[in-house]
């Protein structure tokens, strides 16, 4: 068995370091976070949406 098999695939995206950030900076910064998490959102409806549709097709119990 190789070591990178009993690596994680998946790791935690790093921290952003904010103290260098300016009050503006950061005002942008949530903003751009907001707009993902909308993004994320919008796509979890979607998904729900299309599984409701193939559960009614299957008659999942």
Known sequence: ???????????????KDLAPLAIAELEAYIAELEGEIARARAD???????RGGAEAVFKRK
Do not use: H, S
């Open 1 to 15: 068995m190789d070591e990178d098999d009993l690596l994680p695939q998946r790791t935690k995206p790093k921290l």
């Open 44 to 50: 979890i409806v979607a998904k729900k949406a299309r």
